[in-house]
């Protein structure tokens, strides 16, 4: 996976910035591809990060935006140019959604970084890809700026649920609406109220186990949001009624104690002790890992997901 131990570096992004960005439009097909550098800290000046856009058969002004980040595994689909990837779930909210006269667009935050499934502390901070990715396309007539959508799986998920950070919210212009797919909600950030609503969904058998989300989704709801948390029976993370849990590298171990970061930077378990990274990776980190992707249940979850956003489409 998915969620990692994640410490939101707080700094102005160069939205503006004079770096190249690159296009690339793909024949006879209904794709461009958009390359840009990254704002991200943790790997300065070292990738470009690289989105591909499906646009709908029908192309009309203002079109409704979808961006969507990966989990660890990029096993659904390979980008049409630049070697970028995503996952399986990716694949299918870009055919879904484009079917629903939104605009995909798959970001892939790996690119060139030499991250593996269980390098969770090497995880790039992928949500300021998007932030900055958001407003390059918000510039473009084609795109609804009013209607940007953000969604992830797993370590995605993760990243989407940052978007209640105090300090992002000050940052970042809002979402219409955000989905987050599978997260473990192990290591949080305290929520404040966004002006956007939110929904999480889980499998109710996954190895990121049910009652961390559960206690956070509260959280988040007493924070003032509207957010709904959907859960989907005997299934697995990844939504597969084959799961079973096998040896690998989650952060799970916090599942009925979870760690949240404070706006002023203090990590506190739900419990209210005052903790540190190290003893959260300690205590957080598991050697376990979800096995299973025969996917039975992955169709419902992008369903909710573009059921969801259709509520706050218009």
Known sequence: MRIILFVIIFFTLSLNSQAKIQIKKIKNKNIELIKFQSPDRKFPGKDDVVAQIHFPKEIKKKIPVIIFQHGSSRDGMKFKKWGGKTDEMGKRIAKRGTEEGYAVVLIDSFLKKRIKPSNKRKFPQSIFYAIKLKNILSKDQRFDQNRFFYSGFSYGAATALKLYSSRLNKINPPWRAIAAAEPGCNTVQYPVKVPFPGLIIKGEES???????????????????????????????????????????????CTNNIALRYPDGSWKFADGKSTNRREITKKCFTKESGVGKTREKLDEAVDLTLNFFNNYKK
């Open 207 to 253: 190895h990121y186990y049910l009652p961390a989300c559960i206690y956070y989704h509260k959280l988040i709801q007493k924070a003032g949001n509207n957010v709904k948390l959907v859960t989907i029976p005997k299934v697995n993370h990844f939504f597969s009624l084959n799961g079973v849990i096998g040896k690998g590298v989650a952060v799970n171990g």
